[in-house]
C-alpha cells in the first residue's frame, strides 16, 4: 500500500462539489484524512475564489489507474476537460504525492510540481503532513511552507469550514 496524497478544489458551487468529492474518495478508499480547507483567488485566469484542500489515504492502486479514478470522480461532478489549463471547475483532484516515489512517466507526475509553486496546494498539504519529506529534497512540507511564507512568494488563504463528516 502506497500513502497517496491529492488535492481537491473547487470553484463552481464549492460546499456542494468539495463535500460530495471527498465522499466519493472516502466510497473509493475508505478513510481519508483531510486538512484544513482555504479560500484562495483564482490562479492563472479571472473567475470566482477556490476552496482547495489537501486528502490522504492508502491505495495499492498505480498512479495511472488513480489518476482514472479521479478522472472519473471529477467528470460525474460536471468536470469539462476544456483545453485550458487554467478554467473554472466544478472539482479537481490531482495526485501530488505516491508515497514517497519520484514519477514522470505515464502522464504522471510525482510529487507534483505545484506543491512548490501554489499556496493553496503547499499551505493545507504543510496542515496535514507538516512534517512528511518532499522526496528528493530534505525540507519538510512545515519549512517549505514557512519559507515561502517568509519571503513573501506565497500568501495563506483564509481557512474556512465545511461538515465533511468523519
Same mark, same amino acid.
Given at each position: ?58 491505495? =495499492? /492502486?498505480? @498512479? ?10 471529477? %467528470? +460525474?461532478?460536471? $468536470?469539462?476537460? #476544456? !483545453? ?42 504543510? =496542515? /496535514?503532513? @507538516? ?10 512540507? %512545515? +519549512?517549505?511552507? $514557512?519559507?515561502? #511564507? !517568509? ?16
Amino acid at each position: 500500500m502506497n500513502r497517496i496524497l491529492v488535492s481537491i478544489g473547487s470553484n463552481i458551487d464549492r460546499r456542494k462539489h468539495i463535500a460530495s468529492g471527498v465522499e466519493a474518495l472516502r466510497e473509493a478508499f475508505g478513510e481519508v484524512a483531510l486538512s484544513p480547507i482555504y479560500e484562495t483567488p483564482a490562479e492563472g485566469f479571472e473567475g470566482d475564489d477556490f476552496f482547495n484542500l489537501v486528502a490522504g489515504f492508502d491505495s =495499492d /492502486l498505480s @498512479p495511472e489507474a488513480l489518476n482514472q479514478r479521479f478522472k472519473a470522480i471529477e %467528470a +460525474a461532478h460536471g $468536470r469539462e476537460r #476544456l !483545453d485550458e489549463k487554467f478554467a473554472p471547475r466544478t472539482l479537481d483532484i490531482d495526485l501530488l504525492l505516491y508515497g514517497d516515489e519520484i514519477i514522470d512517466a505515464g502522464g504522471v507526475q510525482t510529487p507534483r510540481d505545484e506543491i512548490l509553486r501554489y499556496a493553496f496546494v503547499l499551505q493545507p498539504l504543510a =496542515d /496535514l503532513v @507538516p512534517d512528511g519529506v518532499y522526496p528528493g529534497r530534505e525540507e519538510t512540507f %512545515a +519549512a517549505l511552507w $514557512r519559507a515561502e #511564507l !517568509d519571503s513573501g512568494r506565497m500568501k495563506p488563504g483564509r481557512r474556512v469550514s465545511i461538515d465533511l463528516g468523519t
